[in-house]
């Protein structure tokens, strides 16, 4: 690779209080050369233009403030503390989004780019963990509940720590090429691409208790028979309602209607299963109420994005 041109100005945001972890990946790999050359003419940011600490106490210095965002090619959000960003970051990335900039927000970095306003039309993700309150105060956003990244016209958003080096190799391949990228990602001893997404590291975990009493002894029942089929009628026979209360009650206490509530509890299931025992695909299907090896791999594959099989590779004892 040879640079007919200047490599593109990087400006990386830093604040007070950052993950250390979410923050190196960035910082690390948009220094990196190739071949003796730089991928980027890369500079670091913050607020008022003064050092930063990270969260577990790194002293981190900076090229200037806010105004080098506005020289930027590139500008990365990696993570974010707190509970709004500046007002001045915010239009720094309004002024920049609307000059078609470039702009990645990684992992809590979504959130960020959210309240700058700057999402609209745009698919986006962020870290598992973020999903519901990013729901909650962005409810006009669409967000993806499973990839790693998401590349959206000059949006490029991803999810948690790991995804982050994901979506930054990512990134460098479609500037310099997969060569770039990958011999990059070998020097970090990473894969240049993973497969599945973020589901396959959300474990789920459907209520199992609930106040009203008579669905609670229901949940107590259906996690004692997880293997075995059950109906709507059979089950609000049980607890003495119609099926129309039975729905009412059961969605009210679980957020979930009972077809959800089963799959996610069976789901979970299969996770244990597969990441403590080598019991076969097919017993685990069995066992877990999904019946046949077929349904379950459909089941699994729609949740997680991954195989079981994948799954177990990954997560196995």
């Not at 973020?130 to 000059?154: M, T, V």
């Not at 685990?284 to 997680?304: D, E, N, V």
């Amino acid at each position: 690779m040879t640079f007919t041109h200047q490599p593109p100005k990087l400006i990386l945001y830093a604040q007070n209080g950052c993950n250390d972890f979410v923050f190196n990946i960035p910082f690390s790999l948009f220094q990196a050369t190739y071949q003796g050359q730089k991928l980027f003419d890369f500079g670091v940011c913050s607020d008022n233009g003064k050092a930063i600490v990270s969260e577990f106490g790194a002293k981190i210095a900076v090229n200037g403030d806010l105004s080098l965002l506005n020289t930027a090619d590139i500008i990365v959000i990696s993570g974010f503390v707190g509970d709004v960003p500046s007002a001045k970051l915010c239009q720094k990335l309004q002024t920049a989004h609307a000059q078609g900039k470039k702009i990645i927000g990684l992992c809590y970095g979504t959130f960020v780019l959210a309240f700058a306003d700057i999402l609209q039309n745009k698919t986006v993700v962020t870290h598992w963990a973020g999903e519901r309150a990013f729901k909650d105060k962005f409810q006009n956003i669409q967000l993806d509940s499973n990839r790693l990244y998401i590349d959206d016209g000059n949006i490029l958003t991803s999810a948690g720590a790991f995804a982050g080096l994901d979506c930054c190799l990512y990134f460098i391949r479609t500037l310099y090429g997969a060569k770039v990228a990958n011999e990059l990602a070998r020097n970090l001893v990473s894969a240049p691409h993973r497969e599945g997404g973020q589901a396959q590291f959300n474990a789920i975990s459907p209520i199992s208790h609930a106040k009203d009493k008579k669905i609670n002894e229901l949940l107590q029942f259906l996690s004692d028979n997880l293997d075995k089929p059950h109906t709507l009628d059979e089950l609000a026979e049980r607890v003495h309602l119609s099926k129309r209360s039975f729905h009412r009650h059961f969605k009210s206490a679980t957020h979930m209607t009972l077809t959800e509530w089963l799959t996610a509890k069976r789901l979970s299931l299969a996770q244990e299963l597969l990441e403590s025992t080598d019991f076969s695909i097919e017993v685990i299907a069995h066992q877990t109420g999904f019946g046949t090896a077929s349904h379950f791999r459909m089941q699994f594959k729609a949740r997680f994005g991954v195989s079981p099989q994948s799954f177990r590779k990954s997560f196995g004892g």
